[in-house]
């Protein structure tokens, strides 16, 4: 039995559920799972129930509920200070930032709080390089963008979505974007012009299925952005920091961005931590005042942070990504005709489309639940998978034996 704030007393998941639903914008569909506690792979629903989450609050979770580190590193800075605001100078930003510069092998860093705001600060500092350093006529830069992209929920990001469910009825939008079909790099060419001051792509679409972009195609928007002089900006909110086996997922193609936005798994999903990280002449064009935010790299934040930068420091979670991704990959290889028409992804990270016939995304999800697993549909028909990296092996074989169940049974 609960006791809440208002008085009333409640105790089942319906009777939660039903709270959520009275009070709470109906902005999302969850699953019908009310989540109590959590440790590692393994979440437990207020009657008891346990599940093995599959789909890590969509990357946040990299490191699992609650692992000991983190919460040890949040209690330690709880102890101490968790609040200064930028007025004042703090004993932990200065080492979060270099740390997550030579994680990344960039050169400064501008720490936020959500993913979006990573992203809307990126889009600034590139207009403004635009217009101090390339020398674009003020008000004219333009950023090219690609179709199908997820780079978070404010009214400008949303003003390039090209996902009519995401920007429908939010307009006016901002100006200045060119929306390219993804993993195509003629297009790409086409659309960059001497008024483009940068390119920003995610290296994997992670909300629109995990979508992987052709070989070389990184490589080429590389090469284009120098040949053009204008910034290459990586989204790695959701591909970054080991997801895909190395700390980005840019690096498997060898390349390296201006500008990377980090988000999600920096705050070791204990509290909301991101940043923009890339090089020093181009985020030095902010100068004070013009730039900020009141929670954005916190003692608490950056504690969190510096925690996370240690274990993946280690290269103990990007070998993990890489040899459970291949065990990954290779059971889910093997269901393609058996009830799947396609897979997709890298690392510890897969988009199954399930074919014509078989249940449907959401379908899929409340079986799974029924069986213990959690993870979440995108698009219709198209299940993400992206469990901890702590997961144990036998744990991620018991998760696809229930994926298995699921899209094989007719
Ligand atoms: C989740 C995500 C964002 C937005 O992050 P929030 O913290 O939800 O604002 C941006 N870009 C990508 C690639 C993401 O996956």
């Given at each position: 039995?609960?006791?809440?704030?208002?008085?009333?007393?409640?105790?089942?998941?319906?009777?939660?559920?039903?709270?959520?639903?009275?009070?709470?914008?109906?902005?999302?569909?969850?699953?019908?799972?009310?989540?109590?506690?959590?440790?590692?792979?393994?979440?437990?629903?207020?009657?008891?129930?346990?599940?093995?989450?599959?789909?890590?609050?969509?990357?946040?979770?990299?490191?699992?509920?609650?692992?000991?580190?983190?919460?040890?590193?949040?209690?330690?800075?709880?102890?101490?200070?968790?609040?200064?605001?930028?007025?004042?100078?703090?004993?932990?930003?200065?080492?979060?930032?270099?740390?997550?510069?030579?994680?990344?092998?960039?050169?400064?860093?501008?720490?936020?709080?959500?993913?979006?705001?990573?992203?809307?600060?990126?889009?600034?500092?590139?207009?403004?390089?635009?217009?101090?350093?390339?020398?674009?006529?003020?008000?004219?830069?333009?950023?090219?963008?690609?179709?199908?992209?997820?780079?978070?929920?404010?009214?400008?990001?949303?003003?390039?979505?090209?996902?009519?469910?995401?920007?429908?009825?939010?307009?006016?939008?901002?100006?200045?974007?060119?929306?390219?079909?993804?993993?195509?790099?003629?297009?790409?060419?086409?659309?960059?012009?001497?008024?483009?001051?940068?390119?920003?792509?995610?290296?994997?679409?992670?909300?629109?299925?995990?979508?992987?972009?052709?070989?070389?195609?990184?490589?080429?928007?590389?090469?284009?952005?120098?040949?053009?002089?204008?910034?290459?900006?990586?989204?790695?909110?959701?591909?970054?920091?080991c997801r895909t086996g190395p700390v980005l997922a840019l690096d498997h193609e060898g390349v390296r961005a201006d500008l990377y936005t980090l988000g999600k798994a920096l705050g070791g999903g204990i509290v909301p931590v991101s940043a923009v990280v890339g090089r020093?002449?181009?985020?030095?064009?902010?100068?004070?005042?013009?730039?900020?935010?009141?929670?954005?790299?916190?003692?608490?934040?950056?504690?969190?942070?510096?925690?996370?930068?240690?274990?993946?420091?280690?290269?103990?979670?990007?070998?993990?990504?890489?040899?459970?991704?291949?065990?990954?990959?290779?059971?889910?290889?093997?269901?393609?005709?058996?009830?799947?028409?396609?897979?997709?992804?890298?690392?510890?990270?897969?988009?199954?489309?399930?074919?014509?016939?078989?249940?449907?995304?959401?379908?899929?999800?409340?079986?799974?639940?029924?069986?213990?697993?959690?993870?979440?549909?995108?698009?219709?028909?198209?299940?993400?998978?992206?469990?901890?990296?702590?997961?144990?092996?036998?744990?991620?074989?018991?998760?696809?034996?229930?994926?298995?169940?699921?899209?094989?049974?007719?």
């Amino acid at each position: 039995m609960t006791t809440f704030a208002d008085g009333t007393t409640t105790a089942t998941s319906a009777d939660y559920i039903a709270l959520d639903e009275r009070w709470s914008t109906h902005n999302y569909h969850p699953l019908p799972v009310v989540i109590a506690e959590a440790e590692g792979a393994w979440v437990t629903d207020v009657e008891g129930n346990r599940y093995l989450d599959f789909l890590s609050g969509y990357s946040a979770l990299n490191f699992g509920h609650r692992h000991p580190q983190l919460v040890a590193a949040a209690k330690e800075q709880l102890d101490r200070v968790t609040l200064t605001s930028r007025a004042f100078h703090h004993d932990q930003l200065g080492r979060f930032c270099a740390e997550l510069a030579q994680l990344t092998g960039t050169e400064m860093v501008l720490p936020m709080n959500s993913g979006a705001e990573a992203v809307e600060s990126a889009i600034k500092i590139a207009r403004k390089w635009a217009y101090r350093v390339k020398g674009i006529p003020d008000g004219e830069s333009r950023i090219v963008v690609a179709a199908s992209n997820f780079h978070g929920r404010t009214t400008t990001i949303v003003s390039f979505s090209t996902d009519e469910t995401a920007r429908a009825d939010f307009g006016p939008f901002t100006p200045g974007f060119d929306v390219v079909p993804y993993g195509d790099a003629a297009a790409l060419a086409a659309a960059i012009t001497d008024r483009t001051a940068a390119v920003l792509v995610e290296p994997i679409q992670g909300e629109a299925g995990v979508i992987v972009p052709p070989q070389g195609y990184l490589a080429e928007a590389r090469r284009l952005c120098d040949e053009a002089g204008a910034l290459l900006i990586a989204d790695e909110i959701q591909s970054g920091l080991c997801r895909t086996g190395p700390v980005l997922a840019l690096d498997h193609e060898g390349v390296r961005a201006d500008l990377y936005t980090l988000g999600k798994a920096l705050g070791g999903g204990i509290v909301p931590v991101s940043a923009v990280v890339g090089r020093a002449d181009v985020l030095g064009v902010l100068k004070p005042g013009e730039h900020g935010s009141t929670f954005g790299g916190n003692p608490l934040a950056c504690a969190v942070g510096r925690a996370v930068i240690r274990l993946l420091s280690t290269g103990e979670f990007a070998e993990r990504a890489a040899t459970l991704g291949e065990r990954l990959h290779q059971r889910l290889a093997g269901l393609l005709g058996h009830g799947v028409a396609g897979v997709r992804g890298r690392g510890l990270w897969a988009g199954v489309d399930i074919a014509p016939g078989g249940p449907s995304g959401r379908e899929a999800s409340e079986a799974l639940k029924a069986r213990g697993v959690l993870c979440k549909e995108t698009h219709g028909s198209t299940l993400r998978i992206a469990p901890p990296l702590v997961i144990s092996e036998a744990d991620l074989d018991r998760g696809l034996d229930a994926l298995v169940e699921v899209v094989t049974r007719s």
